[in-house]
């Protein structure tokens, strides 16, 4: 059994990501379509040794197509996404359009697989956020154990979370300061290039930013209405992967050996924890790796059963490619799709 995809924004970070986790995880396809704007109709992208002509969303026909993977921003998806839904092709869409739709499921698949039935209403299921992804893996078999009441993070997320044009800004800038010549500040607020920035997506009336919020409504989607979380989101000056600052309240006693050994075992996890120089993972290491990296748990004294640690992933795999192609795979592991075309 296989699957016709199509992948909208494959000229994108996230697209060329997805292809390559596609080709690496041996996803059952009988062919794959790189899709994007009309500006990149004829060029090429690869597909482990192949090579894919792009060509434009806006002409493509998606009748014949199983699964569209589609990373092309919000805009894009709330336009194009229903429409292909509704041509019996189902999307997986990492924006941000559908996150928060009550017919639409928001999945993570180590943490609320069950959910996914729930595509069926629209066609169309939900990657979450980047810095959301690799938290809630990281926080689930926590909560499961001891009860999370209250979570406080701060990310420090990479300049790839802007998309390509981010990490141009971040080259650009760099190689200007090196120079001494003019530093130009177009995609972001303010200079990143040896500098952090608080600020990601737009400011909301009680002064937190769309990033933080979709970090507490993504959180309660898929873990627990139930908990609380306050988020502060800063941009840094790293090419790839996301870095968090978790510190979290259970209502259960924790503690960090047993957090150590929880986390060991847990699906998508994966613990580095020396209390060493060098003991704990930073973002340059989780580049181009599945796992969502755990360090430096330790116990928190001031609040009761209260837990600090440190997580980092691939924003570009665990926050978006990787898990928007695992749920692909659990849509055809649990028999929710059939291919449309039957092998000859
Ligand atoms: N980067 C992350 O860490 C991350 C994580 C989770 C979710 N996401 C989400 O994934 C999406 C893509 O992010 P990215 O980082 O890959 O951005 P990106 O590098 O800027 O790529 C954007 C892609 O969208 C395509 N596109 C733009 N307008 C289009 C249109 N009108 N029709 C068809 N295709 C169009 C672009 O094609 P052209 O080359 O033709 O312009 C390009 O392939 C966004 O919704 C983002 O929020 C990103």
Redesign the pocket.
Known sequence: MSFKVAV????????REMLNILEERGFPVSEVVA???R??QGTEVSFGDRTLKVKA??QYDFSDTDICVM????N??KEWSPKIGKQGCVVID???AFRYDQDVPLIVPEVNPDAISLFTRKNIIA?P??STAQLVVALKPLHDFATIKRVVVATYQSV??A???GMDELFTQTRAVFVADQVDVKKFTKRIAFNVIPHIDVFLDDGFTKEEWKMVAETKKMLDPKIKLTATCVRVPVFIGHSEAVNIEFEKPITADEARDILRDAPGCQVLDKREDGGYITPLESAGEDATFISRIREDSTVDNGLSMWVVSD??RK??ALNAVQIAELLVERGLIQPKKKAA
Do not use: F, H, I, M
């Open positions: 909208v924004g494959a000229t994108g970070n996230v697209g899709l994007a704007s500006r990149s969303l806006d990373s092309a921003g919000g894009v998806s990492n924006s941000s990657n956020n980047c790839s979370g998309g390509k044009e924003n570009l926050g978006a």
